[in-house]
């Protein structure tokens, strides 16, 4: 998905971008390769400041996800929360009026059109608030 942050960069610019929406399932935010599956629209709600290198975004994100269970294999659906912040920098970092121009291509970038492309920092997001061990109940017994 790819979020427009040409407000931030207008000679009367706000000092930040809020934006909430929904991401559809057909949006494909969690590889084949994921052993989870997204069950609902991902709800986000997102800031983004503008920083000295680019833009500073904090995500809220929530939703439900389908996972197996570590000591039964059943699937079972849990409700996810998650916040976390991410920075997007410009791929060219200017020092001193234009004197020194460094090529960046390490981390998110902000392409010419001032926009950003989330849907690999939510994937982050997602797979890192979920637990280590997935119990689809504290009384799972496991394989029987």
């Given at each position: 998905m790819t979020i427009d942050l040409q407000p931030l960069f207008q000679k009367k610019a706000p000092s930040?971008?809020?934006?909430?929406?929904?991401?559809?399932?057909?949006?494909?935010?969690l590889s084949e390769l994921d052993s989870e599956k997204l069950t609902t629209p991902i709800?986000?709600?997102?800031?983004?400041k503008k920083t000295k290198e680019g833009?500073?975004?904090?995500?809220?994100v929530e939703g439900k996800i389908?996972?197996?269970?570590?000591?039964?294999?059943?699937?079972?659906?849990k409700d996810y929360y998650t916040h976390f912040s991410?920075?997007?920098?410009?791929?060219?970092?200017?020092?001193?009026?234009?004197?020194?121009?460094?090529?960046?291509?390490?981390?998110y970038i902000i392409n010419e059109k001032n926009q950003i492309e989330i849907n690999e920092t939510l994937r982050q997001g997602i797979l890192t608030s979920l637990p280590m061990k997935k119990i689809c109940k504290e009384e799972c017994q496991g394989l029987i």
């Open positions: 930040f971008l809020e934006l909430e929406f929904q991401i559809p399932l057909t949006e494909k935010i709800k986000v709600k997102a800031i983004f833009v500073l975004g904090e995500f809220d389908q996972l197996t269970c570590d000591r039964c294999l059943d699937e079972f659906e991410q920075e997007f920098v410009f791929p060219f970092l200017d020092f001193s009026d234009n004197v020194y121009m460094e090529l960046r291509d390490e981390g």
